[in-house]
């Protein structure tokens, strides 16, 4: 029975991968494509890393794994939460794997914290609420966090894009891949272990921030640092070498991405505004909120955080305040969260939300509308309902209408929070390097890759196929799934659906601030 390496490269990019293999720089990589295959491979919509790692280890679309996001919206109310691990409502990989008695090491999967108690061990992603050096909480068994505690501390925040700042997280990049891939060689040599998983963030986000040096057509190029991206590729080919050298004979080696990458170009939508344009949306008079909005503005990043605790005590209070307290809800229809990574609207619903006001007999006509209105403005590519991208049980955890934003010359705009004012805007030189307010300068696109050391008859994947291909290599079955196997045959069982899943729990308040300053710090939030 054959063993699965399974090394997730967060946001690698079909085109990179295929220049620099072409150019003999990723060697590792283009050493499975010749003896294996190298496929495209679809994410979820939109293309998100949380959902996406979910559908990767679930098999399954986000309607049925009930994660779409770090966060969702409080039934009833005007506000959000923090999602973690137990809220996902189907078992992943481990899971399945762990009680078919199988040994599994999971190392940096996005959206596993808590850890889940498996047969081996288990070390949460970047997500992880751990603030202090004492916290053991993302490691599973706690026993072995001194050998990982790398994996944890090195990052830095992503918020405060200013003088001297690429320097800085260029370098560290490239340790942080050494420093990991070094945890996981000596786990994948010492540990017994039938399915090893690792996810390097590292390719998402020095393409988030490093794009505009890379590119010399974008919109926003800049000169400096032209290697950057493809340094992080090429070590992280070089990782990719070491693990599979360290996880020995008789190995199914798949490497993917959740989605791919693109440029953002100069443009910005301001959804809400566009909303309030069109009498969809009302403003809220500016109160308390605008003098926090404009205290926020002029407070340096480092005291934000402590000036969101001061304001509000609690962190998803804090973020749904930012998100909701301008909005004059009992005169809106529909709002947009305005998220740059997930543009979407939500209806204001009688019956279903507090101070709803579009009755339920005209919810379906009313979507139409909008998804008409909005498809007519040249900026957005499509907008679609909720039950037309998704499917399952958990849809309508899902905001009511997805969006998709056009391109211009292949570069994305960024959907930016809205204070009133035009719908459209463009970037001022200075606001080039993005961060706060200003995006940044590179994007997810809807097309990731997967390589597998073996060949397959497939031409192309979808991230619902990986649960699945490697449940047949190692010889489990599993529950029904969206994806189907690209190598052996899988064989479902109705009887492995049966999981029993933690009940969802919540974050204690340092945990929700440790998080909520976490995402920040990527950059997640405004
Ligand atoms: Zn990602």
Redesign the pocket.
Known sequence: MSRFLLIGL??AEPTLCERWMNEGRLPALASLRDRGAYLPCASVEP???FP??CTCVTGMNPGRHGIFDFTEQVDGEYAIRFVNSTHRRAPALWNILSQAGKRVCVLGV?GTYPPEAVNGIMVAGFDSPVATRIDRSFVEPPEIYDEVIAWRFADFQEHDIGEGWHTMAHAKLLAKIDDKAEIAERLLRREPWDFFMVVF?ES?TVSHHFWSFHDPQSPRFRPGKESAIREVYEKLDHAVARLIDAAGEEVVVGVC???GFGGAGTGVVHINNWLAENGYLTFAPARGSMLKRAALRFTPHAARGALFRAFEGLAARAESHSRYAGIDFAHTRAWSDELNYFPSIRVNLAGREQRGVVVPGEYDAFCAELCERLESWDVIACARRRSDVYDGPFVERAPDIIIELALENSYSHSCIRSRGGPSFRRLQPDEYPGGKERGMTGN?RPTGVLFLSRPTPCGAARLEDLAPTVLAELGVAGPPMDGTSLLSQYSESEAASGYALASASVYSQAQERAIEQRLRDLGYFE
Request: net charge negative; glycine share 14%; aromatic share 8%.
């Open positions: 967060d946001g293309p998100v890393t996406a790692w996005p963030g998402d991405s959740d989605h997810h």
